[in-house]
């Protein structure tokens, strides 16, 4: 069995930083890829970033310059630094993470969601 869990979610005034983390846990031999993405009331859900086990990296136009992904494969965990935030980018974020378990299954795995608010 494998775990997502994030945190550092929170309320923040526009034009404020915050950061996510994203901690897998259990059955892992290795991460590919690594994302996150986020669900606003009323919306589907959209892909934010995306980053590679080798640390190439991939942005929605509406947050580049704005929002860095990272990662620590020691750790098994990754980031999403956001800055110059707008009300518009409040949302559940959602990290997911394509594992291959140490059985040699691969699947994506999805962590629980943490809610980020922005207030004008």
């Known amino acids: 069995q494998v775990q997502l869990v994030e945190s550092g979610g929170g309320l923040v005034q526009a034009g404020g930083s915050l950061r996510l983390s994203c901690a897998a846990s259990?059955?892992?031999?290795?991460?590919?890829?690594m994302a996150w993405y986020r669900q606003a009331p009323g919306k589907q859900r959209e892909l934010v970033a995306t980053?590679?086990?080798?640390?190439?990296?991939d942005y929605t136009d509406s947050v580049k310059a704005r929002f860095i992904i990272s990662r620590d494969n020691a750790k098994n965990t990754v980031y999403l630094q956001m800055n110059s935030l707008k009300p518009e980018d409040t949302a559940v974020y959602y990290c997911n993470a394509d594992v291959l378990t140490k059985w040699g299954q691969r699947k994506g795995y999805w962590g629980q969601g943490t809610q980020v608010t922005v207030s004008s």
């Open positions: 259990g059955s892992i031999r290795s991460i590919n890829d």
């Open positions: 980053i590679t086990s080798g640390g190439s990296t």
